[in-house]
């Protein structure tokens, strides 16, 4: 459901009536860029700032600037941009803090990055120590600096200011604000060639052009001392670039201009580099007992494997791998260095001239190997290289000065299963949940051998005895004193992570729990409440039951002769007229081919009053559950009612209320009558397990209508964006499956994000919520006819 703004009315309270003004005016844009925490994270930094006594703007411009802060960077950096406004407002003025706040959304955009943006505030307080008044200036040039200066930039361009101009303070004030020739000279001298932020759109598009999938990207400083960037790297599927590149020019200022590789195409090549290890790196290699030559060997064979088998795909990238390798140097190399160089280049070139006896025996060897695909190709071929290596008469391998020189090629760091991160293990224990183990055991088994008679859900092992154990000086059983009501085995389901674009294997768990039963009464004062309604719905139902065998007529075949047509067909051949050959009747029994899944969500917020009654919507899900069930009783199409909510991943609660094989008697209206809302919305995982049980209708047309007060959410989840984007595709793999998902959302700001769940045609948003037990039956009616 969406989220008011008076639920935080204590936090609102806190702030100045200009302020709240501006709040309630940007609520709906900061309700739907943060999350619930962020939005309760939002509000205290508001009140924080307010509380410091610096004037309203600062509040004002705090409120306005951090959504789209947010939605450029995410909400955790909120924390840390309120701490350290509060740190530096003994150091500056509130009118600077401001500044602070408003520009920070421009650095977000910029950066693209989160934890560039943190080394962005250290830079700020770097100035707030050195230059405090340069400070007011180089914000307001802010856009212009960081449209040419990496975040290194930017630090030593800032330093060289503050160093220069320590005394004069009217010469810090031309500086940065670019009024001063050291200013656009340093400027110059710092500039890069392509920022990552301006071209990391078009590298996305590139990428899924090429490889057809999506791969997620993230910019990193360089040393702060120099201009070189970092290494590209891989680190939990996620791709980190450097945020800047000059173009290459491999024989230096003197490079011919059809040398020189632009900035735009380094990236394409680092980019592909890195997305084939993702792509054909399946297996992590082992470290142990490999000495600092052997490692550095294997990972040259593994990335000459993997370029290798994107060459095979993508034949032109062997031109742009090779335009990026160091100029070939055949005279006698004096480091290790220089071998694996060469052999790098050697191993990418189609028809190598290196003289080198070592460097031919390695491609000789890497290209008779039967299988690339072979997950320890590289570590066997490194192995078998690394012996003749030691051999030769050379200084002893450096990793630091010995390594690839190729600008494009990552530090490999995630072909390797490390001891202290092993991948393997990490992926494991995340994205695959532990089987528990149940054993049904006899009594004396139990009694003797039990190791913990109060182990939780979440031991490893459960016995369970096949029948229940009475006590006799009692004379009832132990679970009924002691015992919690009893699970199902539990159900994994794969969870759609749009960042990375894959499904997290056996992510969320669904685990099937009785419903409690209520009281009848309950059911029968809704039938009675809501009799208008019984009534209009009896016409309807009788138009809908089928009437048994229906004659089609007009038929070139069938299975009666249609005594009108034949007559009209004799009275055509009396007169010489070509006869109507249709005068068969065909019968066709009329009967529905239809399932139905009614899935209710049950979270917390179904048990908010309707505003202005004083009955919840759980009230109103319930009786247009009642109501749509009575219907479906007289129709006779076979329908399910279940139900759900979540408490986080591990454990999404899901309740059976009636089965397609069940009737729909006493049992069930019991059930209906004692249902209770809690916890959260995981709807993905519950749309799955749904799904499961509609696949084993043997029906033509299955239809799942889900009930629900809002969007997709849990405990667990920060990013607003992951459960919708999960639930999209559960919609979507459910329509696969010949299962149609309908929403009827009791939402009234549900238009913002349920189209873009269900799809445009396939959801109902009723916006005045007490109308649901009338809208309900009625909208199952005008879908099933």
Same mark, same amino acid.
């Given at each position: 459901m969406a989220i008011h703004l008076e639920e935080f009315q204590e936090l609102v309270d806190e702030l100045p009536s200009g302020a709240q003004d501006v709040l309630r005016a940007s609520w709906n844009e900061a309700a739907r860029a943060f999350s619930s925490r962020g939005l309760d994270n939002f509000l205290k930094g508001a009140a924080a700032l307010h509380q410091l006594g610096r004037g309203e703007e600062l509040v004002i411009t705090y409120l306005q600037s951090m959504p789209e802060l947010a939605r450029a960077i995410g909400e955790d950096v909120l924390p840390d941009l309120v701490n350290f406004l509060l740190a530096m407002a003994s150091k500056t003025s509130g009118q600077v803090l401001a500044l602070i706040a408003a520009t920070a959304p421009l650095a977000g955009q910029r950066l693209g990055d989160e934890e560039l943006f943190r080394q962005f505030l250290s830079v700020l307080s770097l100035m707030l120590?050195?230059?405090?008044?340069g400070l007011r200036p180089m914000l307001e040039n802010l856009e212009r600096l960081l449209s040419q200066l990496t975040l290194g930039?930017?630090?030593?361009?800032?330093?060289?200011?503050?160093?220069?101009?320590?005394?004069?303070?009217?010469?810090?004030?031309?500086?940065?604000?670019?009024?001063?020739?050291?200013?656009?000279?340093?400027?110059?001298?710092?500039r890069k060639g392509t920022l990552f932020v301006d071209v990391q759109r078009r590298l996305n598009i590139y990428l899924r052009a090429m490889w057809g999938r999506d791969f997620f990207m993230r910019p990193t400083a360089g040393d702060y001392e120099n201009r070189e960037g970092l290494k590209p790297f891989i680190e939990r599927?996620?791709?980190?670039?450097?945020?800047?590149?000059?173009?290459?020019?491999?024989?230096?200022?003197?490079t011919p201009s059809e040398q020189i590789v632009s900035a735009l195409d380094v990236y394409r090549a680092a980019a592909n580099h890195c997305a084939a290890h993702l792509v054909f790196t399946t297996e992590p290699l082992s470290m142990q007992a490999l000495s600092p030559l052997q490692?550095?060997?294997?990972?040259?064979?593994?990335?000459?494997?993997v370029e290798a088998l994107a060459i095979a795909q993508f034949p032109n990238m062997r031109e742009a791998w090779l335009a990026l390798q160091p100029p070939a140097d055949y005279s006698e190399p004096k480091t290790v260095g220089d071998l694996l160089n060469r052999l790098a280049r050697a191993l990418l070139e189609e028809h190598s001239a290196d003289p080198h006896p070592?460097?031919?025996?390695?491609?000789?060897?890497?290209?008779?190997?039967?299988?690339?695909?072979?997950?320890?190709?590289?570590?066997?071929?490194?192995?078998?290289?690394?012996?003749?290596?030691?051999?030769?008469?050379?200084?002893?391998?450096?990793?630091?000065? @010995?390594?690839?020189? %190729?600008?494009?090629?990552?530090?490999?760091?995630?072909?390797?299963? &490390?001891? =202290?991160?092993?991948?393997? /293990?990490?992926?494991?224990?995340t994205w695959e949940t532990q089987q528990q183990v149940r054993r049904k055991v006899s009594v004396m088994e139990m009694v003797n051998e039990v190791?913990?008679?109060?182990?939780?859900?979440?031991?490893?092992?459960?016995?369970?005895?096949?029948?229940?154990?009475?006590l006799d000086q009692e004379g009832v059983t132990i679970n009924s004193l002691e015992g919690r009501p009893p699970i199902s085995e539990p159900f994994h389901y794969p969870e759609w992570d749009y960042q990375i674009q894959l499904d997290r294997p056996s992510w969320a768990t669904?685990?099937?729990?009785?419903?409690?039963?209520?009281?009848?009464?309950?059911? @029968?004062?809704?039938? %009675?409440?809501?009799?208008?309604?019984?009534?209009?719905?009896?016409? &309807?139902? =009788?138009?809908?039951?089928? /009437?048994?065998l229906q004659r089609i007529r007009r038929q070139e075949d069938g299975d009666d002769i249609d005594i009108d047509a034949a007559v009209r067909a004799m009275t055509d051949v009396r007169m010489g007229v070509q006869p109507d050959p249709r005068i068969m009747v065909r019968l066709k029994r009329a009967q529905r081919d239809l399932a139905v899944m009614v899935l209710l969500d049950m979270s917390e917020s179904s048990n908010d009053k309707v505003r202005g009654h004083d009955y919840s919507v759980l009230d109103l899900t319930r009786a247009a559950t009642v109501l749509l069930a009575e219907a479906l009783q007289r129709i006779g199409d076979p329908f399910a009612i279940h139900g759900f909510c979540s408490d986080g991943r591990h454990d999404v609660h899901y309740y059976r209320f009636k089965d397609f094989d069940q009737p729909y008697g006493d049992l069930a209206r019991a059930r209906l009558a004692g249902m209770k809302g809690s916890y959260s919305t995981r709807m993905g995982a519950a749309l799955r397990h749904a799904g499961h049980y509609l696949e084993q209708q043997p029906k033509r047309k299955k239809i799942c209508f889900v009930v629900?007060?809002?969007?997709?959410?849990?405990?667990?989840?920060?990013?607003?964006?992951?459960?919708?984007?999960?639930?999209?595709?559960?919609?979507?793999?459910l329509l696969q499956q010949g299962v149609t998902v309908y929403a009827l959302s009791l939402d009234p700001h549900a238009d913002l994000y349920v189209s873009r769940i269900f799809g445009v045609k396939n959801f109902t948003v009723i916006d005045k919520v007490e109308r649901l037990p009338e809208k309900l039956p009625m909208l199952y009616m005008s879908l099933t006819r």
């Open positions: 120590a050195q230059a405090p008044r930039g930017l630090r030593r361009w800032a330093q060289w200011g503050a160093q220069a101009y320590k005394a004069d303070f009217d010469g810090q004030v031309a500086y940065f604000s670019l009024q001063s020739p050291d200013a656009l000279s340093m400027l110059q001298q710092e599927y996620v791709i980190h670039i450097a945020d800047a590149y000059d173009d290459f020019r491999p024989l230096g200022p003197d490692i550095g060997l294997i990972e040259v064979i593994e990335d000459a494997r070592w460097v031919q025996q390695g491609v000789a060897h890497f290209r008779a190997q039967p299988d690339l695909l072979d997950a320890k190709f590289s570590w066997n071929v490194g192995i078998d290289l690394s012996h003749p290596l030691v051999a030769l008469d050379l200084p002893e391998y450096n990793r630091r000065t @010995d390594g690839l020189r %190729a600008l494009y090629r990552d530090d490999n760091r995630a072909i390797w299963e &490390l001891e =202290e991160y092993d991948e393997a /293990q990490a992926l494991q224990a190791d913990n008679e109060f182990a939780g859900d979440d031991a490893q092992e459960v016995w369970i005895l096949p029948t229940e154990f009475y669904v685990l099937e729990r009785h419903p409690p039963v209520g009281d009848l009464a309950v059911i @029968d004062a809704i039938l %009675a409440e809501h009799k208008p309604v019984v009534s209009r719905l009896k016409f &309807l139902i =009788e138009s809908m039951i089928p /009437q048994g629900t007060d809002g969007e997709p959410a849990d405990n667990d989840v920060r990013d607003p964006q992951y459960l919708r984007h999960d639930t999209k595709r559960a919609v979507e793999q």
